[in-house]
């Protein structure tokens, strides 16, 4: 039997950033989305891929404020949030065509999460027969070129998101 959280454990690599900065927390800086991955920077939530995928595709939406969970959100970051979960899902199926998603969110080191005190859900596209390819590059510290590829491919669908609410959702 597979495990399907297998994803998750891949997280801790999450939290060996320079300088200690969030992750999740990029600044005012808009100059560097590109080099962060970040897809989409609302005011409320963020969009990015995560550098170290389970696969390719793997994205990580995190509301814009550093908070450690769910229970610190207002009720207009939370809609925000679980919509921008909802939106990465419908990019995903019509970028990428997966045949299920993992989606989720780990709290507290014990639950895996590497990120603990910011708060992100995974959304993670599953094809059959997918293997976390990933695992055995654990030390790699660069970001393979199809990463880049597929974060082109997707940015337009988040560029146009940011037209403002309404729109699609
Ligand atoms: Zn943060």
Same mark, same amino acid.
């Given at each position: 039997?597979?495990?399907?959280?297998? +994803?998750?454990?891949?997280?801790?690599?999450?939290?060996?950033?320079?300088?200690?900065?969030?992750?999740?927390?990029?600044?005012?800086?808009?100059?560097?989305?590109?080099?962060?991955?970040?897809?989409?920077?609302?005011?409320?939530?963020?969009?990015?891929?995560?550098?170290?995928?389970?696969?390719?595709?793997?994205?990580?939406?995190?509301?814009?404020?550093?908070?450690?969970?769910?229970?610190?959100?207002?009720?207009?970051?939370?809609?925000?949030?679980?919509?921008?979960?909802?939106?990465?899902?419908?990019?995903?199926?019509?970028?990428?065509?997966?045949?299920?998603?993992?989606?989720?969110?780990?709290?507290?080191?014990?639950?895996?999460?590497?990120?603990?005190?910011?708060?992100?859900?995974?959304?993670?596209?599953?094809?059959?027969?997918?293997?976390?390819?990933?695992?055995?590059?654990?030390?790699?510290?660069?970001?393979?070129?199809?990463?880049?590829?597929?974060?082109?491919?997707?940015? +337009?669908?988040?560029?146009?998101?940011?037209?403002?609410?309404?729109?699609?959702?």
């Amino acid at each position: 039997m597979k495990v399907i959280w297998a +994803p998750w454990r891949m997280e801790y690599i999450l939290s060996d950033q320079k300088g200690g900065e969030c992750f999740f927390c990029p600044g005012e800086d808009r100059g560097e989305d590109e080099t962060r991955l970040i897809l989409y920077f609302g005011s409320l939530s963020v969009v990015l891929m995560n550098r170290f995928p389970y696969v390719n595709g793997h994205l990580l939406v995190a509301p814009v404020r550093h908070v450690p969970g769910l229970e610190f959100l207002s009720p207009d970051e939370m809609l925000d949030l679980l919509m921008m979960v909802s939106r990465s899902i419908k990019v995903l199926k019509e970028v990428m065509g997966p045949e299920g998603f993992n989606v989720g969110v780990n709290l507290g080191k014990v639950a895996g999460a590497g990120v603990e005190d910011h708060l992100h859900f995974h959304v993670v596209p599953r094809w059959n027969g997918d293997t976390n390819y990933m695992t055995v590059l654990g030390e790699v510290r660069v970001i393979p070129e199809h990463i880049m590829v597929t974060y082109r491919e997707l940015l +337009p669908y988040f560029q146009d998101f940011k037209l403002g609410p309404g729109g699609d959702r």
